[in-house]
């Protein structure tokens, strides 16, 4: 059984940090693309970043957020730098197989984990 479990979220102030963990088990192959996604209050459910081979960032979150994973490709990490209250959302962790922003690329999906920015 596929798994995808976020942990990390929760209250920061505006230009703080965070670091947003996602932990992958039962993956039927390996090497798996993992993607970040969010979707704030009353807003369609965006892509953040993306992380295969090579990396991918939404113009929104480029230069402030950066997605990383561990060697054996189970973990995959988003480090949110200088956060703005516009961050605030629902983030989301992703597994598929090519790197992509679409979220119909993406196979898995975690139950993800609350971000709030307070100004």
């Known amino acids: 059984q596929v798994r995808l479990e976020e942990s990390g979220g929760g209250l920061v102030q505006a230009g703080g940090s965070l670091r947003l963990s996602c932990a992958a088990s039962?993956?039927?192959?390996?090497?798996?693309?993992m993607g970040w996604f969010r979707r704030a209050p009353g807003k369609e459910r965006e892509f953040v970043a993306a992380?295969?081979?090579?990396?991918m960032y939404a113009d929104s979150v480029k230069g402030r957020f950066t997605i990383s994973r561990d060697n054996a490709k189970t973990t995959a990490y988003l480090q949110m730098n200088t956060v703005v209250p516009e961050d605030t959302a629902l983030y989301y962790c992703?597994?598929?197989?090519?790197?992509?922003?679409?979220?119909?690329?993406?196979?898995?999906w975690g139950q993800g984990t609350q971000v709030t920015v307070s100004s």
């Open positions: 992703a597994a598929g197989e090519r790197i992509a922003s679409w979220a119909g690329d993406y196979n898995y």
């Open positions: 039962g993956l039927p192959g390996s090497n798996y693309a």
């Open positions: 992380i295969r081979w090579t990396t």
